[in-house]
């Protein structure tokens, strides 16, 4: 994740990162995310603002990990996030023990 994060913040002109997220990264799933209802706007303007810019700019967008990776790690002030601390747990089916 530390290599990630100085990928996603080192940016270019355009605000994109100057060398793109790799593709065969796995590190933050898009599906799952709780938030206020009071943020739920000002995270639908922000991924898709992000996702029009990475395809105006002809990025790689192979899923979803890749806008909410840049999302996240950009603006980590916004956001908490979770890992395993028992390593026989699998971080991405952590939601169900999280509840």
Known sequence: MNHLHKIVNNKNAL???AQPIPAHQNSIA???FICHKDKLAW???TYNNRLELYFKNSYL???DQIIVVD???S???QFVLFREERPMLDNWFM???IL
């Open 15 to 17: 605000g994109l990162p």
């Open 75 to 77: 603006d980590m002030e």
């Open 30 to 32: 898009g599906g799952f």
């Open 43 to 45: 995270w639908s303007e």
């Open 95 to 97: 939601f169900q023990r």
């Open 71 to 73: 999302c996240v790690l």
């Open 61 to 63: 967008v192979k899923d």
